[in-house]
Each structure stands twice: as structure tokens, then as C-alpha cells.
């Protein structure tokens, strides 16, 4: 078996784990207990306490559409895994028959949270995505430059919480709140530790057609930096990129796919200031 069809076969196991994981956490403890995450999922879980409509059916029907739009810029392979991870784990919400596990809701806030981390966490890893809000929010960015992608994602999920203390009752919304704290560390811990960004250095003799890919398709800064090679004595210009957690794996199979045979240093920031991360 060659590298790539080994790739494929792992990144293809990461999704199908991530999202048994992640409809084991909605159906036996976030779906049944009225604790609301945010996201799409969260908007379904409204309406169908509202109207009766799938849960999984609202998160295809919201979903779709943004995946149409932005699966040139998302690439083909990644658009089409993740539209069919998305697909997926919308059926599965809605036709898995798996018991409540709980009727205590803390438990479910804090259980399903983690679980639902844990789960997409996986189908990250599997370089895929499930959509929802923070592609919604990427992609106004994309439209409004000045709208920070992690103020957008806060506001839509704040909005979907708030919005569930009114769909059920007050402490649904702070249970959402739990749970949703929760479901981010994981996501965090299960991608590459507790870091929310990482700098990336990339030596590279197409230096030039990486950097022009990083700020086609994922909208960072790229800098150059001028360097020479103290074994050859020539000189190389090393890319200096900093992206978060969600664009990470995007990062990595931009710069392979242009040179399979570049040089990748991978740092965990603490911190990240400035333009597109946290303000001063």
C-alpha cells in the first residue's frame, strides 16, 4: 500500500470514528436532555422542539449552500470529504436509536460536550470538516474583511443559546454554555494540545506558489523571510505562516501538494496577537 492510499485509508477511519462519536454524544445526551451547543446541529435542535423537523435535516438544509459556495476555495478532496461527512452525520442524528443515557442535565452538558469534542476533534484529524458555523463564519469573513471569523462564530452560537432559553427554559442556555466550553478544549486537545494557533516555517524551493495557495485558499498572511543554506551556500526564502487550529491540516495539505518535498517546522503558540487573532 503507497503513502497516499495509506493517508486516505487513515484520514477516511479518523471521520467515520469522529462521527460515531459525535452522534453517540447529540443522541444520548445533548438531543434528549434539550442542552443546545450552538452551531447548526443547535439551530435543528430548535426546530425540531419547535416544529418537529430533524435535527440532522435542518443542519443538511443550512449547510449545503455554504459548501457549494466555498468548496472551490476549500479544495476538491476537502470539500468533498467534508460535504459527505456532513451528510453523514446529519442521517445518523436522525436515524441512530440510541437511548438517553441521562436525564440529569449537567451530566449531559458536560458529558456530551466532551464526547461531541472528542468527535469532531477525530473528524478534523481525518481532514474533514462537518461545516456549521465556523465555515459560515469564514466565509463572511472572506466578504467582510473587517469581521473576525472568531467574533462571527461567537456571535452565531451566542445567538443559538440564547435563543434556547427561550425554545425550553433559562438553565438550557447555561448547560449550552458548559457544553460548549467543553466541546472546544477537546476539539483542541484531540488536534494538537491545548494551543488555539500554530506558526508554521516552510523551507521551500517553491517558496512563491505556496505562499500564493495560503493566501488564495485560506486567507492568512504569508512572510518571507531571506535566508541561505549554510550547507549549499544558496540562498532560500522561508515562509513564516500563522494559522489557527481549524486551518491547521488545510495549512499542511497546501504546502505538500505544491512541494511534497518541502521542510515544515510546526510550533504551538501561546499566544497570537495582531490581524486575525486576538486583539491588543
Known sequence: MNNTLRTELKNNLFVAAGLIIATVAYRMYLIPNQVVAGGFTGVGQLLNHLFGIGVGTVNILLNVPLFLISMKSMG??????????MMLL???????????????MLLAAVYGGAISGIGFGLVL?????TG???MLASLLH????????????FFFDGLVIIASAFAFEPQAAMYGLISTFLCNVLIDLVLEGPNSAHSYFIISDRSEA?????LKE?????????????????HKQVLL?????FEALRLRRIIFEVDPRAFVVANKANEVLGEGFKPM
Not at 142 to 153: F, K, M
Open 241 to 245: 505562516c500563522v494559522v489557527g487550529r
Open 142 to 153: 472572506r466578504l467582510v474583511p473587517v469581521l473576525r471569523v472568531s467574533y462571527a462564530i
Open 76 to 85: 476538491v478532496r476537502f470539500g468533498v470529504r467534508s460535504l459527505v461527512a
Open 90 to 104: 446529519s442521517l445518523l442524528i436522525d436515524h441512530i436509536p440510541l437511548p438517553s443515557a441521562t436525564d440529569d
Open 210 to 214: 505556496i505562499a500564493e495557495k495560503i
Open 218 to 234: 485560506l486567507d492568512r498572511g504569508v512572510t518571507a523571510l531571506e535566508a541561505m543554506g549554510m550547507y549549499s551556500h544558496t
Open 125 to 129: 484529524r481525518g481532514n474533514a470538516t
Open 132 to 134: 456549521g458555523t465556523d
